[in-house]
């Protein structure tokens, strides 16, 4: 007898038990599902962080100057400014690991517009900052070096700004908005971004040259250090890793440290952060996906289970078919390939109802959609081997019955 | 070599014993038998209940083995062969037709005639086609897609008689082949088998009636696990009678 004679008659006597057949490949079909929802779950949050984490700019560090030290307590890092411009400047040039660097100098305050006001954020930077930070521009342009230069009173707004001052879809270039009594002209709106891998908006602040921003907004001098932290972009060739070095090596150099002198300075590699969230999703979900292979097992067992069930009911069918010549392989053969049948359509249908359930939750949490074939396949091959492991038993006790013991069987 | 095999019985047991075994109690079901059938021949089988009648039949039917002794069919001995082996003489040399009919419930006739051409690796067009002339054959030509329980006895033992013709046996074997049947239906099976024989097929039957053992051409009796008689006789020709005759 033929493979498809075999399968032929696997599936025929399947038919005639359709709800018996459909509870027990249930167990294949919760576990198929179970695994396919649970890795494209995974997938989908990890694309989610990748999402975020790129939304910050890629390649990134952040330097933050040093910890202040008055009368023994001891400040954290960035308490005591001890970034000076110039270094900036030598970073901007010297460093060939070093695509771009700008300050970020942030306080909050109370905009106004004509008849709005809102409380906000404020950054004090340079226009490398929009490249470095990933920020792209919807209307209007980034202010200029030259706006820094002379500390012109321009400001970015963001699209929630834009929001509570304007409302909606309006665009403001052009307008005046004023932010300590001081009247500041909008050049530009950055394209929003949304959630910060912290979980605030990105979207509710203003960016303003630095200059302005300390002699304006912050009403100080301008003076030798940088009163916030430095983003830096490494230059993807060389990698963050080098771009640390090199930045270590530099700012100690000409911070005059001697050899058992600590950094006044913390860098702090941003693309490892991202790293490490990945790995943690990605822990999370091998996590899930090994419950859920679990229970692919469980719903193999429960087709050996029936299997047994049906090889005893059906003792005297086999005696028949070996009565008139079927051959032990042959009751094998269909047992075994109605094991094989029952779990590999509880696979397709597990792989479906997986499908729709991972279609809905990225729908409800707004994730991207990703299902990989690879796993699909694997899923399907992995229940193939559960019907054919847990269908093996039942499909040799069958093959060794005796002709005439099953006969007589009652 | 092939007039040699015509020479030789086509059924030649040998000192053939059975044994069963239940717990610490041994039962002998057969004692020893020396049997023997030429090719051709119809042989009715009495004897008592228990005499080893059943016993005897299965292992003829190579559904079963003798404890000690030889089995020679067709000059081959199968008692030596392997289960996959055995499968395939039943499949390929014998017929076999139980009492209990043994048919598979929720499956059409043709379905059940069609299953010894499945596993000799008949092609499915070829296999439907033999079936439904087996089945026309035993007069079920109309009853093809019926189910077992949808059939009387009669019509379900034909089906079983159709099944064990289908891949053209040279012997065909039935026990009780009538057990379950009425006087008039059990002829009409007679008047089957008288017909197979002069066709060249080579029948035993177990009975337990003598007006059914009349059809043969030779009966041997058993008790208790032996051979007690064995004579040749006239076979009465089977006629089935009009109906009218039955019903009064
Ligand atoms: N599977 C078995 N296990 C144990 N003993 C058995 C088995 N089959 C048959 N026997 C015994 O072997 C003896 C012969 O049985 P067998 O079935 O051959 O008799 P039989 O001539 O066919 O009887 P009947 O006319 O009632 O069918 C009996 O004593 C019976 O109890
Ligand atoms: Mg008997």
Redesign the interface.
Known sequence: ??LL?TLRLAVSSLL?SKMRSFLTSLGIIIGVGAVIAMVAIGDGARANVQKVFDSMGTDLLIILPGSSNSGGARGGFGSQPSITWDDLEAIRTQVPSVRAAAPELRTSTQVFSEDQNWRTSVIGTTPDFFAVRAWSLAEGERFSEADVEVGAKVVVLGQTVVEKLYGAGFNPVGQVVRINKMPFTVVGVTARKGQSPMGTDNDDTLFVPATTFQRQVQAQSLGKYIPGALFVQADPTAGTARAWEDLTVLLRERHRLSEDEANDFDIRDLSEMANSRQQSTETLSLLLASIAAVSLVVGGIGIMNIMLVSVTERT??I????????????ILAQFLIEALVLALLGGLVGAALGLGVARLLAARFQWPLLVRPDVIFLALGFSALVGVGFGLYPARKASRL???DA?RYE | MNGNRERMPLIALRGASKVYRTGDVEVAALKGVDFTVEAGEFVAIMGSSGSGKSTMMNILGCLDRPTTGRYLLEGQDVSRLDRTELAVVRNRTLGFVFQSFNLLARTSALENVELPLLYAGVSARERRRRAREALERVGLGERLEHHPRQLSGGQQQRVAIARALVNRPRLLLADEPTGNLDSRTSVEVMVLFQELRREGITLVLVTHEPDIAGYAGRVVVMKDGRILSDQRQQPVPAVVPPLEEAVS
Do not use: F
């Open positions: 007898m033929n004679e005639r005297r069918e005696g028949v078919r070996a009565a008139v010549g079927a051959r032990p392989r042959d005796d002709p005439i006969l």
